[in-house]
């Protein structure tokens, strides 16, 4: 299993970005797969979640701004970014079963 997160930068409060996470050595249509953060000094946070069918769950602390969608055909997951806070600052980790990306860093600052 290989995931790879990519899209990470700085933006300007209020602004957007969108990771994407490109899955490799499994089956990823029928695959749960998972966003995850982690900011300084804090635990790893659940961002939001994405079933097989495009159904997507999100924590509520993001929820009504992040956005999760998937491409099976290009085995990659994506989060869309909007509004984003100084709190959102964080390594962002894309998930399957027990297996990790290396993280991609978001940093939101003026």
């Known amino acids: 299993v290989q995931l790879v997160e990519s899209g990470g930068g700085m933006v300007q409060p209020g602004g957007s970005l969108r990771l994407s996470c490109a899955a490799s050595?499994?089956?990823?249509?029928?695959?749960?797969m998972n966003w995850w953060r982690q900011a300084p000094d804090k635990e790893r946070e659940w961002v939001g979640s994405?079933?097989?069918?495009?159904?997507?769950n999100y924590a509520s602390s993001v929820k009504g701004r992040f956005t999760i969608s998937r491409d099976n055909a290009k085995s990659t997951m994506y989060l869309q970014m909007n509004s984003l806070k100084p709190e959102d600052t964080a390594v962002y980790f894309c998930?399957?079963?027990?297996?990790w990306g290396q993280g991609t860093q978001v940093t939101v600052s003026s």
């Open positions: 998930n399957f079963a027990g297996s």
């Open positions: 050595g499994f089956t990823f249509r029928p695959s749960f």
């Open positions: 994405i079933y097989s069918n495009g159904i997507a």
